[in-house]
């Protein structure tokens, strides 16, 4: 067996990041106009003293609403591809470690033993003080399949699981998620390994 | 319909860096208390964003260009390979950089460090690998600056990467280092890498054969994604 190279470590993005990768247009997953339920998802990134972290960078990862990635691993022909949907989003927090993007809501996608998992979106979030980006997903409080998610059933206490559910606030068009992310603490929400 | 899941193999220990460094003071409010929960891979994971090719353009792998005249500093090349962990190569992937500019200081308004802002440097560039997981970039070589995590703190000479790779599970964003700094050796992020040959991989390497000569030194520098999972082919 040929010898593995050792891996790239990880480095904080500091505090510059936006010079480079804030790109305001990738917030908005629907600018193409891709189809299915259109949502807002806001919230807040928080650090251990429940002070905001207006220097966080978040990335979102998402299905499109058939449930379908756009990405070439994703051979399911009977979930069509959506054109105008890549699935990709960027934002920044602001000084008071809001964010704020624009997506639909995506279709489920199947996890292990083929069962579906419940809709979400994965997140990863870089920021000064993070060595390596925290990993984390977005369910959504007022989804009935979330009951048999396999990730969410893995997490024993219901308090942590609340942390990945984005709460609806409004009924507008398009109506509005809350999703604060503590990154310690009181209410840390709960980060992954993958 | 079943679909097959191409994993990718679990971080080696001590290849990355820990959330809590308290050398890194910032680390100390923002790194989580509870260990993560471990996120068996899924098409969620595996998947990614898909940047094709001419979606930026040839500039802007040169950030001496663009403005009235070229910056001051030592103009450098800095090329080189992103990679998996099984030394396959990795085309077609979105690699972002930016850095400060000769003097220190960066077009950022956050960063108020009595150093002059240079009109011909902005510190921004994007690339796609080529089919050979190839890139490269003309830049200049940033100067070392102080920040507040000590009394007499400066980051060494470094230069930001951002790289997608395949996958959701491969996103990688590091810093490019030079040899021989000897601000390396009392570097807090740079010294929270555990394993030694680990943090020697941030280091790019000089190289004069990607150097142009009387007008550019050159820098090799490398970038190991993660590779797949050893286990064969599963059913999810």
């Given at each position: 067996m040929a010898e593995k190279l050792i891996p790239t470590p990880s480095q904080t993005v500091g505090p510059f990041f936006h010079m480079a990768l804030?790109?305001?247009?990738?917030?908005?997953?629907t600018r193409d106009g891709p189809a299915g339920e259109r949502i807002v998802i806001t919230g807040r990134v928080l650090d251990g003293d429940g002070m905001p972290v207006g220097d966080a960078c978040l990335e979102l990862w998402q299905a499109n609403a058939a449930g379908r990635?756009?990405?070439?691993?994703?051979?399911?022909?009977d979930r069509p591809l959506d054109p105008h949907f890549r699935g990709f989003g960027r934002v920044s927090t602001d000084a008071e470690g809001r964010f704020r993007f624009v997506t639909i809501r995506p279709g489920p996608v199947p996890g292990r033993g083929n069962a579906l998992q419940a809709p979400h979106i994965a997140v990863a979030i870089f920021a000064r003080g993070l060595l390596r980006q925290l990993v984390t997903r977005i369910y959504f409080a007022d989804e009935p399949t979330n009951e048999t998610d396999p990730v969410l059933s893995a997490i024993a206490d219901p308090a942590l699981r609340q942390t990945l559910l984005a709460q609806r606030v409004n009924d507008a068009d398009p109506p509005t998620y809350h999703f604060d992310i503590v990154?310690?603490?009181?209410g840390e929400t709960v980060f992954f390994e993958v | 319909m079943t679909t097959a899941v191409r994993r990718f193999a679990p971080t080696i220990p001590g290849t990355q860096p820990p959330y809590l460094y308290p050398d890194y003071g910032s680390t100390v409010k923002r790194a989580p208390q509870r260990p993560p929960f471990r996120l068996e891979q899924t098409l969620t994971e595996v998947t990614g964003p898909v940047f094709t090719d001419g979606?930026?353009?040839?500039?802007?792998?040169?950030?001496?260009?663009?403005?009235g005249g070229p910056p001051l500093g030592e103009r450098i090349i800095v090329a080189g390979r992103v990679l998996d962990e099984d030394a396959r190569p990795v085309p077609g992937t979105l690699v972002e950089l930016w850095q400060c500019n000769a003097a220190g200081r960066?077009?950022?308004?956050v960063d108020q460090h009595d150093a002059p802002l240079d009109p011909?440097?902005?510190?921004v560039g994007q690339v796609i690998t080529n089919a050979r997981g190839e890139y490269r970039f003309l830049t200049i070589k940033p100067g070392a600056y102080p920040w507040r995590n000590g009394p007499n703190s400066w980051r060494p000479a470094h230069i930001h990467f951002s790289v997608f790779g395949p996958a959701f599970a491969t996103r990688l964003v590091t810093q490019m280092y030079f040899p021989g700094d000897p601000l390396l050796a009392l570097d807090a992020i740079f010294q929270s890498v555990p394993d030694s040959a680990a943090r020697e991989r941030l280091i790019a390497a000089y190289a004069p054969e990607f150097g142009r000569p009387e007008w550019a030194l050159g820098y090799r520098f490398d970038i190991v994604l993660r590779g797949r999972a050893a286990t064969p082919l599963e059913p999810q």
């Open positions: 804030e790109r305001p247009q990738w917030s908005d997953l990635y756009a990405h070439p691993d994703d051979t399911r022909q990154l310690q603490g009181k | 979606w930026a353009g040839p500039e802007a792998a040169d950030l001496t260009r663009g403005h960066y077009r950022h308004p011909n440097f902005d510190g």
